[in-house]
């Protein structure tokens, strides 16, 4: 099945940082990409998107601490989230639309703890 995949997940204390990488394969990559995150018990929400064009757009709870961006050579979307607060944890997954389509990644952990 083709679909991106996420890795960088991991554990940070409170005002640290991180960053997610996904990496799609050459024929779906391309077109719009977010990164969604889902909180056990909370709904998936989108959190950060990106433009072929490299427009950015964020979710309010993670504007001016998160950076969304992309390496097309690379076939790479990034999410550089930093000053990260207890509210961040979650399972961040990828989404590529990619004509018409979306291909999903299975995610990657996030813990925030002290």
């Known amino acids: 099945q083709v679909q991106p995949v996420e890795s960088g997940g991991g554990m940070v204390q409170p005002g640290g940082s991180l960053t997610l990488s996904c990496t799609a394969p050459?024929?779906?990559?391309?077109?719009?990409a977010t990164w969604h995150r889902q909180a056990p018990g909370k709904e998936r929400e989108e959190v950060a998107g990106?433009?072929?064009?490299?427009?950015?757009d964020y979710a309010d709870s993670v504007k001016g601490r998160f950076t969304i961006s992309r390496d097309d050579a690379n076939n790479t979307i990034y999410l550089r989230m930093n000053n990260m607060v207890l509210e961040d944890a979650a399972v961040y997954y990828c989404?590529?639309?990619?004509?018409?389509?979306?291909?999903w990644g299975q995610g990657t952990q996030v813990t925030v703890s002290s």
């Open positions: 989404k590529i639309r990619h004509v018409g389509f979306d291909y």
């Open positions: 050459a024929s779906i990559f391309g077109g719009w």
């Open positions: 990106i433009s072929i064009q490299g427009y950015t």
